[in-house]
């Protein structure tokens, strides 16, 4: 499917995690060992904020990542505390940039490793329950972006975690009816600047892998050799589908039906359950 990443901490360059890691986003690109494919080389795209309060940059491309020559060399040149990577393995869907994660509507940031199972036979429905006045932005084909403006569709500029319930809920009625089974498999995250959501969830149980870090300051007390646990700070925390490093207690697997709310050094976890509209 894909793979993906969240960061929030003092500002770090990007090289850090995406590329300078052990087992880093770029060398999941070619070898994941937790997804469900090895590969994942039908995109990618990194979204970062240089003001939580302006709206986030981006850089995506439909090449692999591993062969994008400008990726390592704006990896190496921005530094930023908040932004998400994606590395893309497309699934009913074209490989084109606006297919491409992470998807952007005014300061949040959507990313998106799963599926809706059968989304030829729902994507009408679905498209179709977005809020008209959001419906001119979708720009690409894929489920991960419908779902995004779903969420957006029933509030999650002002309510995250009961709009990505709702939108699930919505998604798993739908699928349902068109005699879908387990219509939707999903972990997402969505931020805007200042709060990283994250979620991991699935109609049959059985959810993509998603990890998050322990205490910063627990693996500096552990490891105090090691500069890139230092520079992150005590209150650094990512999000997830693989571990970066081979650490003994740096990662902590999400539980399935479970979200995550990361505001700062404050992370709280709360139990998943998709709630209609």
């Known amino acids: 499917m894909c793979?993906?990443?969240a960061y929030t901490g003092n500002p770090i360059q990007l090289e850090t995690v995406l590329f300078g890691a052990q087992h880093s986003l770029i060398d999941q690109s070619l070898h994941s060992r937790l997804g469900q494919t090895t590969t994942n080389g039908d995109g990618f795209g990194i979204g970062w904020y240089g003001n939580p309060t302006d709206i986030p940059f981006r850089y995506r491309c439909l090449h692999p990542a591993w062969s994008d020559r400008n990726l390592r060399e704006a990896a190496r040149a921005v530094k930023a505390p908040l932004f998400?990577?994606?590395i893309r393995a497309a699934t009913d869907t074209p490989a084109q940039e606006t297919n491409c994660h992470p998807f952007r509507y005014g300061r949040w940031l959507f990313v998106h490793n799963g599926l809706i199972r059968d989304y030829p036979k729902v994507r009408r429905d679905l498209m179709l329950a977005i809020d008209p006045d959001l419906f001119a932005s979708v720009e690409g084909s894929t489920d991960s972006e419908v779902m995004f403006f779903l969420a957006l569709t029933f509030g999650l500029e002002s309510a995250p975690?009961?709009?990505l319930e709702r939108m699930v809920a919505l998604v798993e009625e739908t699928g349902r009816r068109h005699g879908v089974e387990h219509p939707l498999n999903m972990t997402v995250c969505a931020t805007d600047g200042e709060q990283i959501v994250a979620v991991r969830y699935s109609s049959e149980g059985a959810s993509r892998s998603l990890f998050h870090s322990t205490s910063i300051r627990q693996l500096c007390e552990l490891y105090p050799e090691n500069p890139r646990i230092k520079?992150?700070?005590d209150d650094a925390f990512?999000?997830?589908?693989?571990?970066?490093?081979?650490?003994q207690g740096a990662w902590e697997e999400i539980p399935e039906s479970t979200v995550i709310v990361a505001r700062g050094p404050a992370i709280e976890h709360y139990s998943f359950k998709p709630v209609p509209a």
């Open 3 to 5: 793979r993906w990443l």
């Open 84 to 86: 998400v990577a994606h």
């Open 161 to 163: 975690v009961q709009a």
């Open 231 to 233: 520079a992150a700070g």
């Open 238 to 247: 990512m999000v997830l589908s693989e571990p970066l490093v081979d650490l």
